[in-house]
């Protein structure tokens, strides 16, 4: 299994812009998370999914972020327009639920995002 | 609301000692808990991972136990080494199914 993937592991842009990170999750996974990382805030939940629908945004931290799951093997989280704040290491991360169940979380390797 | 703290934040110890890294949390209604290790620059790497009904969790020179009705986890690491210099993350999975991380804990192994 190649794990979660994400892209572009690097992102530099400027204010303003628009900003689109991407993530396969692994295959037959079933919840997706998206998490932002900074030195001062830590891992941060922003949004997660469960069977492609979004369950909790209540960690999106403006109207400027949005994200969606139009499908079982792709998530897509936009800044729109980003700004210097917004500089994090943004991960996402898969597991299976089922039931009570609650399945190991894997990470993908993160998209350092640089808003100049 | 969930809250996870890990102490210490930051742990400096020499080869081959044996080590402890504590996670707390506050709400005693979680899924499952899991730690993570983080290496600078890189993702985070799944370690073990202890299910509500379990008590404790060991892979090689790691144990993890949980103790829900108190709200702790403990990581123990046996004869440590350099190579296990790194960010040690605690993530408790609570009800909704959401993912809440503590600050992690800053191993330093020196050899």
């Known amino acids: 299994d190649a794990g979660v993937i994400q892209s572009p592991r690097h992102e530099v842009t400027e204010m303003g812009q628009e900003v689109t990170l991407r993530c396969k999750p692994i295959?037959?996974?079933?919840?997706l998370f998206w998490y932002r990382q900074t030195m001062m805030r830590g891992l941060e939940l922003l949004i997660y999914?469960?069977?492609?629908?979004?369950?909790?945004d209540s960690g999106m931290p403006e109207d400027r972020f949005s994200a969606k799951m139009p499908n079982a093997s792709f998530s897509t989280l936009k800044i729109q327009p980003s700004e210097p704040r917004d500089s994090a290491v943004y991960f996402c991360?898969?597991?299976?639920?089922?039931?009570?169940?609650?399945?190991?979380?894997?990470f993908g390797e993160g998209s350092r995002l640089t808003v100049l | 609301k969930q809250e996870v703290t890990q102490i210490p934040a930051a742990l400096s110890v020499p080869e081959g000692e044996n080590l402890v890294l504590n996670c707390s949390f506050t709400d005693s209604a979680i899924y499952n808990l899991q730690w993570f290790r983080q290496d600078p620059g890189k993702g985070l790497t799944s370690l073990l991972l202890i299910q509500s009904s379990q008590r404790e969790q060991t892979s090689g020179r790691l144990n993890a136990s949980l103790d829900k009705s108190s709200g702790r986890s403990t990581l123990y690491i046996a004869a440590s080494q350099p190579g296990d210099s790194a960010t040690y993350l605690c993530a408790v999975r609570t009800g909704g199914f959401k993912t809440i991380f503590g600050a992690g804990t800053r191993l330093f192994v020196k050899a």
């Open positions: 991360a898969s597991s299976f639920r089922g039931g009570s169940y609650g399945g190991e979380l894997f």
């Open positions: 999914f469960n069977n492609n629908v979004p369950i909790d």
């Open positions: 295959s037959g996974h079933n919840s």
